[in-house]
Structures are given as C-alpha cells and as structure tokens.
C-alpha cells in the first residue's frame, strides 16, 4: 500500500513558478511510474506528465511541455512538478498518482494510488 500527499499549491499571478511535492509513504517509487494529473473547475482530470522510477524518464501533456519539470528525489521517496510561466488556465486542483508499471499511461484508470489533491490557482 502506498500512501501520497501533494503539497505545495498555492495562489500565484501569471507568469509566476510554483514547485509541487508528492511524498510517498508505505513503500519506496521503486518500479512506479509516478503522475501528475489535474482538475480545474468543470473540467475532466487530465494527464500533466509523469516520471519513471526507474531511469526517470519523463513525459509530458503538450500543453505543459517546456514549462513544467518533474524530478525526483530518491532520498526523501518524493516527486516534484516545477511549474514556470503559469497561465490562468493552469487553475486546477493537482493530483499526484502511481501506478505499479513503468509503463506511463495517461488514462486516471490506470493509475493504482492517488493523493489528495492540492489546489493551484493562477490569478492574471
């Protein structure tokens, strides 16, 4: 069983950075493939990027792609999304998920662990 908690949203203004976290407890990342989603306000969740443990490839959704980062810490079992050049449209809720593969899926069915959520909002 692994337990996740997101932290680090907050209210910015366009333009400005924001670093989320996802700790993981229970269990090490080790052969996850670790994601980030999220949901804004009427909208579907959606597939922002994720990272494999193994090896930390990344990918990305085409609308972050070039402004948002995730890494990884191995020491402290945690990712994290850097997020630059935010746009209003980025207001969501951010969610982090795991999935016991190293296959990166986009689909939130797929996805075996979920955290809580952390909210963003990007004021212009």
């Known amino acids: 069983q692994v337990q996740l908690v997101e932290s680090g949203g907050d209210l910015v203004q366009a333009g400005g950075s924001l670093r989320l976290s996802c700790a993981a407890s229970?269990?090490?990342?080790?052969?996850?493939?670790v994601a980030w989603f999220r949901q804004g306000p009427g909208k579907e969740r959606e597939f922002v990027g994720g990272?494999?443990?193994?090896?930390?490839?990344?990918v990305y959704a085409d609308s972050v792609k070039g402004r948002f980062t995730i890494s990884r810490d191995n020491a402290r079992n945690t990712v994290y999304l850097q997020m630059n050049s935010l746009k209003v449209e980025d207001t969501a809720v951010y969610y982090c998920?795991?999935?016991?593969?190293?296959?990166?899926?986009?689909?939130?069915?797929?996805?075996?662990?979920w955290g809580q959520g952390t909210q963003v909002t990007v004021s212009s």
């Open positions: 998920a795991a999935r016991q593969s190293i296959v990166p899926l986009s689909a939130p069915g797929a996805y075996d662990y």
């Open positions: 229970g269990r090490t990342f080790s052969g996850y493939f």
């Open positions: 990272i494999n443990w193994i090896g930390s490839s990344t």
